[in-house]
């Protein structure tokens, strides 16, 4: 069975994101810089989104689904691998409130 396109109200949507944010993949862990606590993480700041690609295959997406959710991603502001973490949920939820809105003023 295949995935189907991953967005935030797909089932397994927290399940990428964990992974996507966890040590096998950009690993956002906590640094101290110069004395004060910092974060960080790996990302190679490029639309291949080589972590986003290999977590997609690896809960079950086809080659279409992955190029289809990279194209959903690049949407909602995910253009690496770290903005999918910090964009597309955010910017979802904010196209969909808009919806709402516009529906019922
Ligand atoms: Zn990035």
């Known amino acids: 069975m295949s995935l189907g396109l991953m967005t ?10 964990d992974r996507l944010e966890g040590p ?12 004060k606590k910092d974060s960080t993480w790996d990302c190679d700041n490029t639309p291949n989104r080589p972590i986003a690609r290999k977590h997609l295959a690896a809960l ?24 999918i973490a910090f964009n597309v949920q ?12 516009r529906r019922n003023p």
């Open 8 to 17: 935030p109200i797909h089932p397994k949507w927290d399940d990428f994101l």
């Open 24 to 35: 096998d993949g950009c690993n956002f862990r906590d640094v101290v810089r110069n004395g």
């Open 60 to 83: 079950g997406a086809t080659s279409q689904e992955i190029e289809q959710s990279l194209g959903f991603f690049h949407a909602f502001g995910g253009h690496c691998d770290c903005e």
């Open 90 to 101: 955010d910017s979802f939820e904010s196209y969909m409130g808009r919806g709402r809105r």
